[in-house]
């Protein structure tokens, strides 16, 4: 029987009494990061919660032990952080004020999303779905835990950053095969990536990373988390339509990265100048029906890009009549047209039932209000309220309350909470450069205000926002003492290394001939740079002689 006191929180292998893991390095004492699970939590009467692998704004990704079946799982839980939290020392979320409605609306979809994920089990590209609990006053989806590598990884430990079209093909199409099952089941994904497809031990990709429909819109009521050059044009506008072209553009984006080796040009950029290409030495190697493919699934317009699973995986077939096959039925037109509502209709507008629950609430409002205002009326005019009728009485009714509560903005990027209308409807905010060493460019170091504040709308908050780590020039130091150019590049914050050059007898020793790195480049601060040294010259004594 497995003692789960010895399990790591990480591996879920067992360490005894050790502290750290000789299997993973984890740390027993490691602190999960707020706002999320506490190690050693407890889903479901089930599943034991253990580090925390990844969140975005719609929710948090566990590693996790079942308890009933003594294995190892994989536990995401709905936590959007731009509308709940959780207070320390409790499992339980808290519903910040005012967003009731959205949270419920959102919770709804990440369990239609899951419970239709879990039908779809034994597809050769997906992590299977065990279980799906509600607790804690939220959901949480239980998967196998699969181990494994992101096709970025993938990607950059091979000798290139890229790989040929025949090993891509055996790599990627079953990916497509499994898309277009999931958009047969009315599922879009919106959020293919190299980040988010993994690679196996057995060799095979599996896909991950799945949110619902809010969490990967810009402009709405989450904090969006989309990937550039892979995010198609039409999730930056929250009421643009979104379908399986969606997905398309993302895999041919996924495509593109891994035959070329550099990441597409983001979709807004290209809107107003676009540049993407394939370079000349991968054009004279790849399939020309590969190219046109790319070409056609890349199209920024959706109206312009291949629209289904079955369209583009003929176009990357290497059959003229596979190829003709899908042509067929637009041939001679200049943009083909939408195939049949059976392969591509857009998924139900998701906005719908939104905009059906508004308008019953306004009206609901409307009629409460009209009814107040008469009773208002009646009541001061026959004083039933007490005082004479002839006082002056000052009555304010509030539709909303003009108090938020400040979320954890830490960790979050400055571009999403300033592109996010629940935040930016509620708060101005204030950016302060800084430069930072341990948190990412144009994410949050820090803020003002902390996070649990009630502040009045409209309330200023100022984020220490990164600016990375600080970037200097490597100035340029040959013919230098090495001593001084030394101390002038520490000064700057570069780390120096000596390397000794031999003189020639024409040189003078201990002066710097060359660097390691390009002078008049900015490097980050902390990098460490090579100075080649002149050594001392070297001499001879009487009766040496030189061999022939």
């Known amino acids: 029987m497995i003692n789960t006191d010895e399990l790591c929180m990480n591996c879920m292998k067992e360490i005894g009494k050790l502290k750290r893991c000789p299997h993973c390095g984890f740390h027993a004492d490691s602190p999960q990061t707020a706002p999320y699970l506490p190690l050693r939590s407890v889903v479901g009467n089930r599943y034991l919660i253990g580090r925390l692998v990844d969140f975005n704004g719609e929710g948090a990704t566990y590693h996790g032990w079942d308890l009933a079946n003594r294995t190892p799982v994989s536990v995401r839980e709905f936590l959007p952080d731009a509308i709940a939290t959780r207070d320390p020392g409790s499992p339980r979320l808290r519903i910040l004020a005012g967003c009731d409605l959205t949270f419920s609306e959102c919770c709804q979809s990440f369990l239609e999303l899951w419970r239709k994920l879990a039908r779809l089990r034994g597809l050769s590209a997906l992590i299977s779905v065990i279980d799906i609990v509600e607790d804690h006053a939220t959901a949480y989806a239980v998967s196998e835990r699969f181990d494994g590598m992101s096709l970025r990884e993938y990607l950059l430990n091979g000798k290139t950053g890229f790989i040929a079209w025949e090993k891509a093909r055996q790599l990627l199409m079953p990916v497509l095969s499994t898309l277009g099952t999931l958009h047969s089941s009315g599922i879009i994904h919106r959020g293919i990536s190299p980040t988010t497809l993994f690679v196996g031990s057995d060799g095979k ?72 290409m394939v370079p000349a030495k991968f054009a004279e190697q790849l399939p020309a029906y590969v190219i046109n493919a790319l070409i056609n699934a890349l199209q920024i317009m959706p109206g312009d890009r291949t629209r289904s699973v079955e369209q583009l995986r003929a176009e990357l077939s290497a059959s003229p009549n596979a190829a003709a096959a899908a042509a067929e039925g637009y041939a001679g037109q200049g943009t083909p047209p939408a195939p049949a509502p059976a392969r591509a209709e857009p998924p139900p507008d998701p906005h719908a039932r939104k905009r059906a629950l508004s308008a019953g609430f306004t009206a609901a409002i409307i009629s409460l209000g009209a009814g107040l205002a008469i009773f208002l009326i009646f009541a001061f005019a026959t004083g039933i309220f007490g005082g004479s009728k002839t006082e002056t009485t000052t009555v304010q009714v509030t539709s909303e309350s003009t108090q938020f509560e400040v979320p954890d903005f830490k960790g979050m990027s400055y571009l999403d909470i300033t592109s996010n209308p629940v935040w930016t409807e509620k708060f101005t905010f204030e950016k302060v450069d800084e430069y930072s060493d341990t948190v990412l460019m144009g994410y949050i170091i820090d803020q003002t205000v902390p996070a649990g504040t009630m502040l009045e709308k409209g309330s200023q908050i100022a984020l220490k926002v990164s600016k990375g780590k600080e970037m200097i020039e490597l100035p340029d130091v040959r013919g230098l003492e090495f001593t001084a150019a030394k101390a002038q590049l520490e000064a700057l914050g570069f780390k120096v290394v000596k390397v000794d050059r031999e003189n020639d007898g024409l040189q003078v020793e201990n002066t710097v001939y060359a660097a390691s790195l390009a002078f008049g480049v900015q490097y980050e601060k902390g990098t460490s740079v090579s100075l080649q040294v002149w050594t001392a010259l070297v001499t001879t004594t009487a009766g040496e002689t030189t061999a022939p």
């Open 205 to 276: 990709v599996r896909i991950s990373g799945f949110c619902i429909w809010q969490a990967r819109t810009a402009k709405g009521d989450l904090n969006a988390q989309l990937f550039p050059g892979y995010a198609a044009i039409e999730q930056y506008e929250r009421d643009a339509q979104q379908g399986p072209w969606t997905d398309i553009y993302a895999f041919a984006a996924v495509l593109y990265r891994t035959l070329i080796g550099t990441d597409p040009i983001e979709a807004p950029i290209r809107a107003v100048n676009d540049k993407l």
